[in-house]
């Protein structure tokens, strides 16, 4: 209706074009475009070619000058593609120009990652993000399905009382479909206002009863999902794909020293992220920016790990979450096997306290699991209990709660020790028969 014109259903090939526009920038611009054709490739899309350009001086009707421009359209019909797709954000003015003169399809890397987005959004509420998304984008594109009409401008003059008939049946429609789709936005906008009031509630649930949460976050594709299958045993869609994982997913995990973590899965990161992505996203990134630490996962084995730790960073910072504790957990450890001069590289690269793991292998695991029990052992303490057997109800609280680690019967009494989490101690401090020690004691 008045979103972009929507890509012929026969686009099966793509031509790449990423630039850039200082020397030093070609390997970045290489990387990125191997990225872009991952994520074309994600749509199903073949990749018919793709070429790095350096840009000397920016063109605004093309980005590039206007004879490269007219080059790289006949080098993507010769290879039979039927969609030119740039890494480079482009005005829409520039798409319309590349459309217009090579008479074939042409989108940039944010429509890309938004048709992913719509392709993997499983929830009412992920749908609604991307919507949003998708309507902030085409919102001041929606000329690019009118131009057809440019010619009937004409109309019946410009005299007073002309109006809207003097402009034009396209111009006309072109109002009118902003107009709707500002009005879609704004009511796309209080239905998320509600999804966050929904998320505050459950929130407050879970702090109220005293509950630590953490949240992983990283690069999309790093092994976020599987890591959060791994350790509370569940079965999240971890696919290897890049977005697999559009909605939060909360599990309730058991250390073994008692203590109970609340873990969600957050929406993968990518280098060049559209901010409007960020801000669509935020109820959803807002796991993130409330819980009390973070887990950030990296893939270790990757050439660019360390663009994709900052790329995490600073969509981190754009929320207010940066500053965060935070594990930092170097995965797929088991594609270096072998390499150590790699991996020292990486623990002299990152923090001393980073954690070296393989989801695949479970290698690392139990390091890393002791870590969380590290972050978490000021919220707990080891006690020794004396409860008449008439408070089973103290007993059950323990057992659901905490950690029982002996039990032991003595007249009418039973002699529990156990790990207690700190806000629910005030119920047990009436039984307490020897003096509590911390847990980092046991």
Known sequence: ??????????????????????RADEPEARS????????????????SGQVCVFVRDRSKRYLTGSGKAHELIEEAKQLGADCIVFDNGLAPAQQRAWEEEGDITVIDREEV????????????????????ARMQYSLPRLARMWSHLDRQRGGSGGGKGGGAASRGEGEQQIEVDRRLARGRIERIKEELDDVRRVR???????????????????????????????LAGS??????????????????????????????????????LP???????????????LAEFLIHVLDASAPEVYAFHETTLSVLRELGAADKPTITVLNKIDLLAGNEARLH???????????????????GIPALINRLMDLMIDRVSRLHLRLPQARQDLVALLHREGKVLSTEYEGNDILITAIVPHPLRHHFDDFVETKGTSASDH
């Open 235 to 272: 079965d999240v869609l971890a696919e290897d794909k890049l977005f697999a994982t559009l909605d939060p997913t909360t599990r309730r995990i058991e250390l073994p020293d008692g203590q109970t973590l609340l873990l969600t899965d957050t929406v993968g990161f990518v280098r060049n």
């Open 200 to 230: 505050q509630t459950q929130r407050k649930q879970r702090n109220d009863e005293g509950i630590c949460q953490a949240s992983i976050v990283g690069y999309t594709n790093a092994g976020k999902s599987s890591l959060l299958n791994l």
């Open 113 to 132: 990652i938004l048709d992913i987005f719509r392709m993997r959004a499983q929830t009412r509420e992920a749908r609604l993000q991307v919507e949003l």
């Open 275 to 289: 901010h409007r992505l960020v801000e669509a996203f935020k109820a959803t990134l807002e796991e993130a920016v």
């Open 32 to 47: 990125l475009l191997e990225e872009l054709a991952e994520l074309v490739s994600t749509l199903g899309i073949t990749i």
């Open 345 to 363: 590289e990486l623990k002299r690269h990152f923090d001393r306290d980073s954690v070296l793991v393989s989801i695949h292998t479970g290698e």
């Open 1 to 22: 209706m008045f979103d972009t014109r929507e890509k012929p259903k026969s686009v099966e090939s793509a031509f790449l074009i990423g630039a850039y526009f200082d």
